[in-house]
Each structure stands twice: as structure tokens, then as C-alpha cells.
């Protein structure tokens, strides 16, 4: 049986865990994960809340397949509303915490209020109790993780908890679990650290035993795992190189964002790529690649563990940085390099620990610095304010800043606000390259018309993981498409979109559909879960969720005149590459866009709409 | 002719699909805490290693068990735990010097790998090919192999 199971409903102001059913009339509707949760958010809380107040609520989510044997089951979701944004948020993680959760037998979590006091969670089974988290307040993410196994004498317990970012609402904290993976985007920590809740930690022995099909399912799960490990995307590419395997083709394809999108070529992109994480450094010796690492059932493993240079000048007097971590992926090497003109791989790698150990979002994190870096280089910033001299290509700037804003030190504490606010506290908010006030990630919106779409229109702000356009503008998946071109991109978008929210409510990562389609996923699906999972209803269900967070939005008071992208987008042409003289041409695709989704002129979902999609 | 699970945790990326494997193949539901092979991160160090019971020939847990509940399989090796003859005393669990057989709370036995009768799912399902199975005198094979390709080739004259 899919999510058939119970949730936890957590009043942190009254100290009390309740357990209640699933509501599986929403589950038919919704699956799961980011879909299911996000209705239970969209029903419960009014979109106007303040995103820090008592009244948002979060909600730890998992999907049918999270915790099976299907490659890559492991995923889990937090759903909130976001402080980055005041969007709908909905940060996806791995490693291993999502299948503990579900193993322990609970589908979901959700908090609601505030605890007057620091408080953690804890979850053995069907017990789940509030235990006082002084302790561990105003400690790291690795420190609480390890004080909470070292606390319960139980080093099997898996651990989600909040940096000191998280603690002093960064408006980009996110969630870290397993040390290195990450709910990473919109905020969610932030919220977490509004309610005192400073961890969930589980440990689940029950284990999964309602597989409706488990022959049918284990026939599927085998299946797909043959179309990853022949796939040379999934097969290959990922597993030798990482998402970093990007780092190189995207540049090359003069649509790497580059000083604040400024440019969309990098010259020390090379330097800072995949490749350079296999090559022998000059100082040691020694690859800064260690290994890669797969998170919980997955059987591509793009994981990069790698072992910063010990000499190098951020962390040579900090042995506690020496050991073999996470990172760096692409999207946390492009926002600390390409973003900020740094091509020191070592640099951009103790940032990315800084992010892991405090809880933030390397790309928020990256792309706000790049904002600073180019307001200081016009003199809008001064030295005095920073600190210290920040141009683009400072390695130290770069490390100090995040640094700052780890610690809510100094101006970190501005820079924690994210670049839409810190650019408008300036008088520049043109600057910002952000859409709804969430950073843009790896890939520019000009050179790839169809993810300039996809920024504009995504529901948590601008983001590469609700429509990856990417796939078919670079990769040829599922077909190739000029990413000059904006015939089609609509029609492609949105179909990616659907599939995708789908994917994100499954327990799945969207990392299989460079190999996968729908049709992969399907009968692990139907298998899996009783009812019906056709391909008809899994498309669907995608478009009724992504309906049902566009819903959430408007009634959050965010409207189609939102969907749009910062004027440099817009206005200032690539200047180089194969891509150069492109501006993003949204005014072209939008109107094709809202007609193919049922929507109104205005963005609004049709009365028609909502009666199709059951809204 | 017997075979031997072979352990390279060089391939390991901490995937735990040999646990699933294992605890559906034994108990029908998928639950790592089930399982009788455990991956161990080393997350400082970059390393995955999967570690389970080699089926030693004189076996502490058989030879300690004081209800014969632990048979040796004469087809693969394995040593069995009888779980009918089990009465949960856990004495095999001390005498075990690798912690391998472990008493479970749940059914008040202990349990071990056991080979799954000579097919084992662990490693079947394992994607990078850090644990095969493979033939009980060679385990060596491969890494023989390894060195031998280095060995200076060159017929001598």
C-alpha cells in the first residue's frame, strides 16, 4: 500500500505529538511527498502568514517509494511556506534520513506553533516525544548531529536538524540530514528555526511491508535499474563526475551566469570543473575528489566526497575541515565560482562546508555574494561596510563573507537576507538576479530560453529542479531543442513540469530522468501502491499539484506579474559565446504558456481549470 | 563446488540495496535493521564498507551454541541458525569475535547470514559489483589478477 499509514502532528506551543490517518482521499489526488504536503499545508494554514511566524507550519513528508528497494527510494521532502519567497516552498533531500523516517512507520510530520524553548524531536518507532535541545542550540549541524547519537547512545539514529544559520533565520537555511545532504533551498530552515525546533532525529526499525505487488515491484524496480546503469548519463557520467560533469559543457555553451550574470562565460571554469575534482594537486599530491557516494537505495551515486587542501589559507589553521566531506556539486561550484569570478576550487569547497556545517544554500548563499561583489565594485557598497575589500575573483572575500553569514556576524547578517533584499536596501534591486526572491541557479535564462521560462514560472522562485529545460536544450533529453529557439518551449516546460511534481511525490529523485520517463516510474508506481496509477492519472496528478501550488501562491498575493525575470535578463544581451546577442524573451512564451496550462491573461486558473483538475 | 561472498569496499558507495536485498529476501519486507549484511560509512575517510558473516570453518557461534541450533549447510558452507532450535540464549553473539550474529529483539532469536541457500541477494543486487560471489578457493582471484597484470611480461629469451 502506498501512503496509507499515519501521521505526526507536532503542536510545539503546546508540547504535543498526536497521531492521526493519512487522509487518502487526498492521497488518490495528490500520491504523496511534495504533492501531499503540500495540500495538507494549502488546507491548514492561510498563504498570507508570515513565513517566521507560529502560524506557517512544516512538514516533513515522505514518498510511497521512500524506503524500498526502487533505485534512488530515499528521498523526503520539507514543505512550508518561505521566508525567501513567501512562496510555496518545498526543499528534497537524500541521504539516509528519509527511508529512517519511513522505516519508523509515519508518513509525515507536521509542525505546528512555536516551542517557547529550543526542543528536538525525537522518533524510536511509533514513540515520538519533545526533548529539550539547549544543549545543542547554537551548535553546527555536525556537532548536534553528533551530540544527539552520542546523547541516546545510538549511533544507528538518523538525524535532520538546522545549522546557526537556521537558528538566526537566514533567510536561505535550509534542512541538513546524514551531514551533507540538504532541504536545502527557500528557506526552509529558517522556518524550522522560528518554531526553536533546532532537529528531528529518528530511528526506525519496522521497516516497509505494504508493497501492494511486491512481485510486479520487484520485476519494475529491476527494470528501471537497468535503464540507469545503461544510461551514459546515469550509467557514467554522473557517477564519475558528479552533477560537476556540467561545469564544462554548460560553459561552453556560453550559459554559465557568470559575476552576477554579467557575463555567461567563465575563463576559470575549467578550473573548478568536474575533471579538475580528478587531477593531482600541485600542493599535496592528492585529488580533492575522495570518492563518490550514493544516498539511500540510489544505484547512480553522484555524490562527490572530497578532501579539502590542508594548506589551503582557509582552513589551514582548522583541522576540524581536513577530513574527506561532501561536495562540491555543480550548482554549489557554480554559485561560489562562476557567480563570484572564483576559480580557487579549495575556496569553493570550504564554502560548501561552511553551508553543510552551518545549514545553507550554497546557491542563495553564492549568488547573493556575487551581488555584493558587483555593488562594491561600483562603489554602492563600501569597504568600510563589508569589512574588507570584496571584488569579484576574491577567493578570501568570498570565504569571509560566507563565513559572516554563517555566523550572523557583521554585514553576513544583511547578506543573510538574500540578494532581492540586500540589493533594495541598496537602491539597486535591479541587481538581484532573482525571480519571487530566490536566487538563480547554474544555468542562464537568456542562453537557454526555455529555462528562462522555467525561472519566471517555477513556484518557489527561481530554480532548476521544477522544469529542467536543461534536458532538452543541452542534454537532447528527451529530444534536442535549439536553446535559441523559443517554439515548443512552452509545450516542453510544462510537460516537464507535471513530470516532475510527480517525481518529487514519489520518494524518487528527479536525477532518474535523465534516463527515466514516466513510463519508467509508472509500474513501480502501480506496483507499489493500491488504486489506480496510470500514466493518465500520474499526469494528472503532476498538473494538479502544480495548480495547487500556483493556488497557494496567488493567495500568498503573488501574481502573474511575478512570472518575469530581472530586467538585465531581459535587456542586456549575452555578450559572448555561441549564445551571444540572446536576451531572455519571455513576453514570446508566457501568454502560450498560461493558455496551454488553463490559466487566465492574468496567470489565474480557469474556473474550467480547477474543475478539471479537481481543485 | 562452494562459493564465498567477496567483499571490495573500494566499489561500495553506501547504497543499501544489499540491505534491502537481504532483509526482503529473508523476511518479505524491506528494512535495513533486518539485514545480515551492514554497511558501515567511514564519512571522514571517503569509505563504504559492507561487512557480513565469512562463514569461518570452525565456527565459534556453532561450536559455543549450546542447543546445536547453528548447522553447518553442506551444500554452501553457510552456517545456519535453526531458528525453532534457537532459544535466544546469545552466547554464539559473545563467542562471534566479528559481531557478525546478532540476537533480535523482535523474534527472540539470533540471526546471521546464511547465504540464502547459495544465491545470495546481497549480492545480486549490489549495482557497482562490490560484493560478488564467487568461488570458495579463489577468493584471491581477482586481486591475483590485479598484480599479475603488472608483472613485467616480456618472455626472457
Known sequence: MALARKLLRVNLTQGTCVVEPVNQDWVKQYLGQRGLATKYLASEIDPKVDALSPENKLIYTVGPLTGTMAATGGRFSVVTKGPLTNAIACG?????????????????????????????????????????????????????????????????????????AGESQVLFAGI?????????????????????????????????????????????????????????????????????VLMNVINEMGASPTRNHQDVEFAGARKISGEAMHEKRETDGKTHLVTNQACFGCTIACGRISRIDETHFSVKTKPEYWGASGGLEYEAAWAFGNANGVDDLEALQYCNLLCNEEGMDPISLGATVGAVMELYELGI???????????????????????????????????????????????????????????????????????????????????????????????????????????????????????????????????????????????????????????ETLLATGERIWNLEREFNLAAGITG?????????????????????????IDKMLPIYYELRGWNTDGVPTTETRARLGL | MQKSLNIDPGKCTGC????????????GSFNTSDSRIKIFEFHHEGRNVPYTCTQCAEAWCLNACPVEAIKLDSLTGAKVV??????????????????TINYKQETGKVQKCDLCGGDPACARECPTGAITFVDADWTGLDRMRQWAQKTDTQAQA
Open chain 2, 16 to 27: 543499501r540495496q544489499c540491505e534491502m536485498a537481504c532483509s526482503y529476501e529473508h523476511t
Open chain 1, 561 to 585: 506579474k511575478d512570472d518575469t525575470l530581472p530586467p538585465r535578463l531581459l535587456n542586456e544581451p549575452c555578450k559572448t559565446g555561441p549564445q551571444a546577442g540572446m536576451v531572455a524573451q
Open chain 1, 176 to 244: 541538513v540530514n546524514d551531514l551533507h545532504r540538504a532541504a536545502g533551498r527557500s528557506g526552509v530552515g529558517a522556518v524550522m528555526g522560528s518554531k526553536n525546533l533546532k532537529a528531528v532525529a529518528v530511528r526506525g526499525t519496522q521497516g516497509m511491508s505494504d508493497i501492494a505487488d511486491p512481485k510486479a515491484f520487484m520485476a519494475a524496480v529491476k527494470a528501471g535499474k537497468k535503464v540507469l546503469a545503461d544510461n551514459p548519463v546515469t550509467g557514467q557520467g554522473l557517477p564519475k563526475f558528479g552533477t560537476q
Open chain 1, 381 to 535: 557598497i563600501s569597504k568600510e561596510e563589508i569589512g574588507f575589500e570584496a571584488p569579484f575573483g576574491s577567493a578570501e572575500a568570498l570565504c569571509k563573507l560566507a563565513e559572516l553569514t554563517a555566523r550572523g556576524e557583521g554585514f553576513g547578517k544583511l547578506l543573510g537576507q538574500g540578494s532581492k533584499r540586500l540589493c533594495t536596501k541598496y537602491g539597486r534591486p535591479d541587481l538581484s538576479m532573482t525571480v519571487k526572491g530566490q536566487e538563480f541557479p547554474a544555468y542562464d535564462g537568456r542562453a537557454l530560453q526555455g529555462m528562462g521560462l522555467a525561472y519566471a514560472t517555477s513556484n518557489r522562485g527561481a530554480c532548476h529542479l521544477r522544469g529542467y529545460m536543461v534536458s532538452p536544450e543541452v542534454l537532447g533529453i528527451p529530444v534536442k531543442m535549439d536553446p535559441k529557439a523559443t517554439e515548443g518551449k512552452p509545450e516542453m516546460l510544462k510537460a516537464f513540469q507535471d513530470a516532475t511534481a510527480v517525481v518529487d511525490s514519489t520518494g524518487l529523485c528527479v536525477f532518474t530522468t535523465f534516463a527515466w520517463n514516466l513510463g519508467d516510474i509508472q509500474p513501480q508506481i502501480q506496483a507499489a501502491c493500491e488504486g489506480d496509477w496510470s500514466m
Open chain 2, 82 to 99: 535453526s531458528e525453532s532450535v534457537c532459544v535466544g540464549c546469545k552466547v554464539c553473539t559473545i563467542a562471534c569475535p566479528f559481531g
Open chain 1, 92 to 164: 528534497n533531500s537524500g541521504g539516509y534520513f528519509g527511508n529512517e523516517l519511513r522505516s519508523a512507520g509515519w508518513d509525515m510530520v507536521i509542525f505546528e506553533g512555536k516551542s517557547a524553548k529550543p526542543v528536538y524531536l525525537f522518533i524510536e518507532n511509533e514513540k515520538a516525544q519533545l526533548l529539550p535541545a539547549e544543549d545543542f542550540w547554537g551548535k553546527s549541524v555536525w556537532d548536534t548531529e553528533g551530540g544527539i547519537k552520542k546523547k541516546h547512545q545510538d549511533p544507528q539514529i538518523r538525524v535532520s536538524c538546522i545549522g546557526r
